[in-house]
């Protein structure tokens, strides 16, 4: 990626510039894993940043964080991936309002939106880390399964076509793995489920 301010003048000069990488910014902002990832903002989350936390599945943020796409205030605009998934996030009107004005949203709006899950009161690392603590306490391969079947619906996959994949081609996954026998087992013997590494 340009860093520089020289660095973008020479390469918009040369017609040399480097192309972003498939996964986008950090490997985040267009990722594909199949692993949830939770975002912990304390502070400003301007334009690559901003584009990161759109494509993680949860986002917690102190009282004091900031959230921007302000690249069009720089003749730029938010190519890494940000622009159809906010959309889909916050709706058309809130995503125009970010994307066309570059006006900073403070944490609790960009709550009130649904661009974040909540403000912290607290540590704001400490509520992410108890989320995921929360959901590493689910059988691994279930949450990789629901979050495939949201994350489809939520890339404008139709809800019929959506529950097709997840029947046809995640559902017999889940049903071949260990973990959805030891769920089954544990709830029978009322007991706490000793989850497997997810195999799927």
């Known amino acids: 990626m340009l860093t520089l301010p020289s660095e973008w003048n020479n390469a918009n000069q040369s017609n040399q510039r480097r192309p972003m990488p498939p996964s986008g910014f950090g490997a985040l902002s267009r990722r594909t894993g199949l692993k949830p990832i939770i ?3 304390n502070g400003i989350c301007f334009g690559g940043g901003c584009e990161i936390i ?3 599945d949860l986002v917690f943020a102190a009282p ?3 959230f921007s796409l302000p690249e069009v205030k720089r003749g730029v605009v938010a190519i890494a991936g940000a622009l159809p998934r906010i959309v889909r996030t916050i709706g058309r009107p809130r995503a125009m309002e970010m994307a066309l004005t570059g006006r900073t949203v403070p944490a609790k ?3 009130e939106w649904g661009l974040i899950n909540k403000v912290a009161e607290g540590d704001v690392v400490q509520a992410a880390v108890k989320y995921a603590q929360m959901i590493a306490e689910n059988s691994p391969d279930a949450v990789i399964v629901s979050r495939e ?3 489809m619906g939520w890339e404008g996959i139709g ?3 959506g529950s097709r ?3 046809e081609n995640w559902y017999p996954r889940l049903l071949r793995g260990e973990n959805i026998k030891e769920g089954v087992q544990a709830f029978v013997e009322k ?3 000793v989850w497997k590494g997810a195999k799927l």
């Open 191 to 193: 007991r706490k489920p």
């Open 39 to 41: 975002a912990a903002v």
């Open 149 to 151: 079947g949201i994350k």
């Open 165 to 167: 994949l997840l029947i």
């Open 64 to 66: 004091t964080a900031t």
């Open 109 to 111: 709006e960009a709550a």
């Open 159 to 161: 809800a019929e076509e």
């Open 54 to 56: 759109v494509n993680c």
